[in-house]
Nanobody, 124 residues
């Protein structure tokens, strides 16, 4: 499975961006699709996850109400709509797929496949 993330860019504080992640390859065993982010020198941080079948979602507390995760199963894609962006949201965002089960997990170690990352920069 290969994941291709896109949609990052430069936006002013308070603005919005929509990240996309398209998968190719055998994705039928995927249970959860998620987004993480990682700043240089910091731990990878959970952002949001969605159960591919049920659509159940899980969000990091600091993103609730600002970010929305969604998926398009026929297109093997997951999206992250980010609103009310803050300078602290500046970092690289990664999509990931988990084949272990329908957990919508926050645990990065459950995820088997990772995209290459897309940079989001929020200016103040």
């Amino acid at each position: 499975v290969q994941l291709q993330a896109s949609g990052g860019g430069l936006v002013q504080a308070g603005g919005s961006l929509r990240l996309s992640c398209a998968a190719s390859g055998p994705t039928s065993s995927t249970y959860t699709m998620g987004w993480f982010r990682q700043a240089p020198g910091k731990e990878r941080e959970f952002v949001a996850a969605i159960d591919r079948r049920s659509g159940n979602t899980n969000y990091a507390d600091s993103m609730k109400g600002r970010f929305t995760i969604s998926r398009d199963n026929p297109k093997n894609s997951v999206f992250l709509q980010m609103n009310s962006l803050k300078p602290g949201d500046t970092t690289v965002y990664y999509c990931a797929f988990d084949t272990s089960g329908p957990y919508a997990s926050r645990d990065q170690y459950r995820y088997d496949y990772w995209g290459q990352g897309t940079l989001v920069t929020v200016s103040s």
